[in-house]
């Protein structure tokens, strides 16, 4: 009797083994994908709120983020005569089965864990890019991979938005009005210092040149006249020699500080525009969006 039973218990799972083959056999897992995609197989791992892995019948694995999943489902597969297969979907939905829902994502509810783990990067990202962060602080920043991959594209999206430079047009009026103003406002220290030290320089020491300049001129106009043979033919005074001095240096010293001037103020013109674009791109870059 014994040994009947242990043949009857062998029998049983040798059954028992065969139902649950017959029954892997006839289901599969299928990931649908944003792009219009499905992969079929077995999900041998999932990690909540980050990605999902499948491995297909021929062995290859799939690693995809679960922003980039639709749905999961089942779907059962009937053997026909052909060795074809014909299948039938049962749906499962993913957000009672499965803790992969990505956040902002559409249907359903949220992983609480994946939720978290979002919030907690974009406050961390945005730690790292404050509002007034400068362009070259912002080529500094070092962003962990691992935080960037917690972020979808909606959170990505909000903290460009919330931390790009679009006010160009009003720096540009503060620079026309105010030699400098904007720049310091926007940042770009470098043309701010440069707007301000030419400015500068033009307001004090260009009428100087100009007014000595112009001592220069009419002192020599005198001089030619009053120093001339003919003045001294006709008169008895002592020629002791000209006073004039070369007028020259000083328009180029004015005509040097005044160039300069020139194109300080065009770069303050041009500056916020140009600035503006290379911090925002060097944003985008940063938060790889």
């Known amino acids: ?29 299928v990931v649908y994908l944003e792009n219009g995609s499905r992969v079929k197989g077995i999900i041998i791992e999932q990690i909540p709120g980050e990605t999902i892995s499948i491995e297909t019948v021929d062995g290859s694995v799939f690693v995809f983020k679960v922003e980039e999943v639709v749905k999961i489902t ?87 938005d919330d931390r790009k430079k679009d006010n160009a047009g009003i720096i540009f009026l503060l620079n026309f009005l105010l030699p400098s103003v904007g720049s310091w406002i926007q940042g770009n220290y470098g043309v701010a210092m440069y ?12 009428p100087i040149l100009i007014s000595r300049a ?6 020599s106009v005198y001089d030619s006249y009053y120093y001339s043979d003919s003045y001294y033919t006709s008169t008895s005074d002592y020629y002791y020699g000209s006073s004039y001095e070369d007028p020259t240096k000083y328009y180029i010293a004015a005509g040097v500080i005044g160039l300069n001037f020139l194109i300080a ?10 600035h503006q674009r290379k911090y925002n791109d060097m944003l985008r870059k940063k938060l790889q969006y």
């Open 74 to 160: 089942k779907e059962k597969v009937e053997k026909s005569s052909d060795d074809g297969g014909t299948s039938q979907k049962t749906e499962i939905n993913i957000t009672q089965t499965t803790d992969v829902q990505a956040s902002g994502s559409g249907g359903g509810g949220d992983s609480g864990t994946s939720v978290e783990a979002l919030r907690a990067a974009e406050a961390f990202v945005r730690s790292l890019i404050t509002p007034k962060i400068r362009y070259k602080q912002l080529k500094k920043v070092q962003i962990p991979y691992s935080e960037l991959e917690k972020l979808d594209a909606t959170s990505k999206q909000g903290i460009y």
């Open 214 to 219: 112009a001592e220069a001129t009419v002192s």
């Open 265 to 274: 103020r065009i770069t303050a013109l041009i500056s916020p525009f140009t």
């Open 1 to 29: 009797m014994e040994k009947r039973e242990k043949i009857t218990l062998f029998i049983a799972l040798l059954l028992t083994l065969s139902a649950l083959s017959a029954f892997a056999a006839e289901y599969m897992d």
């Open 195 to 206: 707007d301000l030290t030419s400015t500068i320089v033009y307001v004090i020491a260009a």
